[in-house]
């Protein structure tokens, strides 16, 4: 079975900056928005394959 990415737990953890959505190679983020009017990124389960580039281009977890 194949690793489930996680981008964050909360909300508060995302600043929208969509460096994960740019570098994603399979193209698995999906951009979605909130009630607030706040854009931030899904992970497609489907396409993903847990190679965590996106983890590393996170400016909140690095
Ligand atoms: S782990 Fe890889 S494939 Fe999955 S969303 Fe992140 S960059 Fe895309
Ligand atoms: S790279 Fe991190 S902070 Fe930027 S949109 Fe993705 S999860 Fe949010």
Redesign the pocket.
């Known amino acids: 079975m194949k690793k489930k990415t996680i981008?964050?737990n909360k909300k508060e953890?995302?600043?929208?900056?969509?460096?994960?959505?740019a570098v994603c190679p399979q193209k698995a983020?999906d951009i979605v928005i909130d009630e607030e009017g706040f854009e931030?990124?899904l992970i497609n389960c489907e396409k993903c394959v847990g190679c965590g580039i996106?983890?590393k281009?996170?400016?909140?977890?690095s």
């Open positions: 981008l964050y953890e995302c600043c929208g900056c969509m460096a994960c959505y983020i931030y990124p996106c983890l281009v996170c400016p909140i977890k």
